[in-house]
């Protein structure tokens, strides 16, 4: 089973991306940098 995310492009603002979570009370909200992407 996989988790599911929505992303937000924060990358001109704040230089990260953010991946919400719609079940937030078992899966928090991530912030990720633009480099730590391996594979979409």
Do not use: F, H, W
């Not at 089973?1 to 991946?19: Q, S």
Request: proline letters at 5%; hydrophobic letters at 40%.
């Amino acid at each position: 089973m996989g988790v599911v995310k929505r992303v937000i492009n924060r990358i001109k603002k704040y230089n990260n991306l953010l991946l919400k979570s719609d079940n937030q009370r078992e899966y928090p909200n991530l912030n990720i940098a633009p480099q730590e992407i391996i594979e979409i």
